[in-house]
């Protein structure tokens, strides 16, 4: 079993950043990916970035150039940090991680998840 621990979110002002952290605990994996998602009220829960065991990482197109994924395999952390805040960026942000096959960008694709952090921007 994998325990995934969101933190880091908060009230901001447009334009501000944040930096989002996810904490893994119990079993461990070396391969498949670490994923970003958000779902704010009323709306789906959808992809924000997702980075694989071996580096590379993916990003929705909304947050492309703005947020960055990054991950400390020794310190079991992964990272996503948010620059130029838009406040269509509000949202409760969870953490989720897969072993591998399938897509990053579906939900559906990853087996665990964190109990999200609520982020709120305001304009």
């Known amino acids: 079993q994998v325990q995934l621990v969101e933190s880091g979110g908060g009230l901001v002002q447009s334009g501000a950043s944040l930096r989002l952290s996810c904490a893994s605990s119990?079993?461990?994996?070396?391969?498949?990916?670490m994923g970003w998602f958000r779902q704010a009220p009323g709306k789906e829960r959808e992809f924000v970035a997702a980075?694989?065991?071996?580096?590379?990482?993916l990003y929705a197109d909304s947050v492309l150039g703005r947020f960055t994924i990054s991950r400390d395999n020794a310190k079991n952390m992964v990272y996503l940090q948010m620059n130029s805040l838009k406040p269509e960026d509000t949202a409760v942000y969870y953490c989720?991680?897969?072993?591998?096959?399938?897509?990053?960008?579906?939900?559906?694709?990853?087996?665990?998840w964190g109990q999200g952090t609520q982020v709120t921007v305001s304009s």
């Open positions: 989720a991680a897969r072993r591998g096959g399938g897509s990053d960008y579906y939900p559906t694709q990853y087996e665990y």
């Open positions: 119990g079993r461990t994996f070396s391969s498949g990916s």
């Open positions: 980075i694989r065991w071996s580096g590379g990482s």
